[in-house]
């Protein structure tokens, strides 16, 4: 039963559906508020009325039946009682009964939606910088499966631009191709500083980089074949880590796949009179929106950033037919989709409006060694091997006979990277510190694995247990019961927003309440009834933590 649903058709508001009425009731914070709240202020506007006085008139006419026993008004509030009863053997239930399947829903409706996330650059270090788009990019993928879309993960590589001639010239003069096999991007890395180092003293270096460049735009073969293998080593690297944190794409269509896909965007543009040319270079101009032009054509003729991004935004309306198109970027580059979303617009392209910037804050290292000044490079890769090596030796410390030490240490360790981007909103900068995504108490990954793991040694110990009928509910065993009936809204939460951090902060509180509730409450030796509902009740948080940290890509132990 759906209790929103249900409440909603119980209440009559002047211009307002049930749907729309069951989409404003929230669940209080205090469960002794009551079970859901109606806040009346914001009918305020419409019903020209105070929101105390329209609390009251509404619990006035409110007539409670089996399933709401009580309303009550508090200041602009209209508060619900329900039936917890109730309400706790059909949650439970329905949690059992759906298992992994419980809080996905159908409302995508096989719409899609591309993610573009990741998108690496070609011969640049994957690196802790990376982290946030991969992760909430890859959150998102799978919540939005999870609600009933088509999703399309996309890495949309930096695979243009003159760094790779200058590449090709480095690896000429100083590179040496088993190392580079061996080494892979981080010996790239080191002939590229290289050459920026030799180009100071020798400038000419950076004509020849040029060259090289055209000859890979000209299809020169061996100059492609050193961008495909540059391209090769790159992908092979990175997905060796794609795999670790549980992200997969179904495009790797970079920049340069839009080469012969630009002109037709520029042609139209022309066409509506939108480009002008300023100091030879073709821009767009965006005053009028506050914003500087967005630049099409440098004076040479060749494309930049944003004309390729426009190509893509085209090529994926036209393929994919998309509801909406997610890029999952820092906000550095803000200002980058603010202006070539206003000039798809400006085009005529009504679906301007379905491009949406996710954007997100920065990550930075506690030791300040990611700051892009000392030009030293954290790889995402060496986080990882670290975060697990460290959770190895806690593990070791805290429980010595653990069976599958070193699986336990990889899933702990990489679930503490990956809750690391997870667990803010997403827009603020975070300070990665290895100390406190591996505390194993607070408001911590290892925290909601570790309890993920009591569920499951507590119903190994209780064994198959029957039905049950609830007859009373403590109050401990009310917050788990609460928890898991708001998972649905919280996914869904999650995916209007954008913000996968609503999916790691329930898992948190849901560890939390399971926590307190096991605490409070003796399962196994109970009476009979009340451990097979005491058991049902730990199954179910186990699934649903199960679920919710799936949904980030992080896995929970058995045991630990
Ligand atoms: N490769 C770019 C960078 O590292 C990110 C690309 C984001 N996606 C896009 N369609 N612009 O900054």
Redesign the pocket.
Known sequence: MNYKKHIAEKLSIENLNAEEIAAMLEVPPQSDMGDYALPCFKLAKTLRKAPPAIAEELKNSFVPDGVVCGVSVAGGYLNFRINRLRYAEETVKEVLEKGARYGASEEGGGRTICI??S???IA?PFHIG?LS?TVIGGALYKIFSFLGYKTVG?N???DYGTQFGKLIVAYKRWGDKEKIEKGKLRELLKIYVKFHEEAEKHPELEDEARRYFKLIEDGDEESVALFDWFKELTLKEVDKVYKRLNVTFDSYAG?SFYNDKMQPVIDELKEKGLLRYSDGAAIVDLEEYGMPPCLILKKDGSSL?AT??MA?AVYRKNTYDFYKCL????YQ?DL??RQFFKVLELMGKEWAKDLVHVSYGMVSMEDGSMSTRSGKVVFLEDVLDKCVEKAARIIEEKNETLENKADVARQVGTGAVIFSALYNNKIKDIVFSYDKVLNFDGETCPYVQYTGARCNSVLKKGGDFGGFTVKSLTEEEYAVVALLGAFPDVVKEAGEKYEPSFVTRYAVDLAKAYNKFYIADKIIGSEENVKNFRLALTKAAHTVLKTAFGLLGIEIPDQM
Do not use: P, W
Request: hydrophobic share 30%; aromatic share 16%; glycine share 4%.
């Open positions: 573009d996330y998108s690496i650059n640049k990376h788009t996309i949309h590589l930096g920049e950033y390729r991004d893509a890029y999952v970027t820092a580059q980058h989709f």
